[in-house]
């Protein structure tokens, strides 16, 4: 799944940001912003709470899954960015977790020190020297950028559920991975604070940065933590 933001905090590496934000549909951003709050409220976060008495084994499963669904997407992303080893040590996960670890549910090769990544096409675009264009709140979807926006059709495309051909088999994956994201961001909440909108267009945007540097030359311990905690 697209992640709604990874490293939400971001924020408050740069309190100024918002005023740098390409946002000129900000009107009709801050109206969906409020759409899609209305849906959160009524039936995501609702759903997600619930979710998060399930035991953690359980919960830690699921996430194993979806985020060695994502594999594929990564490894084909990471040669396209020119990076073959990362891409090789990418599709070796996905293999072993596909198969000892039993359809992904078990993280074997992060046990025995292959090391996860997370990339996709709108982050190759990025390195291809792709602007990120105007900021877009899109309808059920969230935060994005017109160059995420256009690489969503790929990256869809490099999913494993695109191809899977029973349609409720792939809704049912898609609707739980929205589910087992949300719950992640439960705790995360008390860190909003002031303009709701801004705050979470900030972090995006900063998010985004942070993923195309892969981290480099971004110095901040708070950031760090908090990405180990939405991430594990």
């Known amino acids: 799944m697209n992640k709604i933001f990874i490293i939400i905090t971001l924020i408050f590496s740069a309190a100024s940001y918002s005023n740098e934000v390409n946002d000129p549909f900000e009107n009709i951003n801050r109206k969906t912003f409020e759409f899609n709050e209305n849906l959160d409220e009524k039936i995501l976060k609702p759903t997600a709470k619930f979710y998060s008495k399930f035991p953690p084994r359980i919960k830690n499963g699921i996430t194993n899954f979806f985020n060695n669904l994502e594999e594929v997407d ?12 990362k891409s090789a040590n990418d599709l070796t996960r996905f293999l072993i977790n596909s198969t000892v670890g039993l359809g992904g549910f078990i993280d074997v090769a992060s046990k025995i020190g292959l090391e996860r990544h997370e990339e996709d096409f709108g982050q190759t675009l990025a390195v291809w020297g792709v602007g990120e264009g105007p900021y877009i709140m899109l ?9 995420d926006t256009l690489s969503k059709p790929v990256s869809s495309f490099l999913s494993v559920t695109f191809h899977m051909t029973e349609t409720d088999v792939n809704i049912t994956l898609k609707s739980i991975d929205a589910i087992e994201t949300r719950e992640r961001l439960l705790d995360v909440e008390s860190l909003l604070s002031g303009d709701k909108y801004v705050f ?10 942070y993923e195309v540097k892969d981290g480099i030359d971004v110095q901040d311990d708070f950031v760090d933590d908090m990405d180990d905690f939405l991430i594990d």
């Open 74 to 85: 990564t490894c084909v992303n990471q040669l396209l960015q020119g990076k073959p080893k």
């Open 139 to 147: 309808p059920g979807l969230g935060p994005s950028t017109l160059r």
């Open 200 to 209: 979470v267009k900030d972090a995006y945007i900063q998010s985004i940065q």
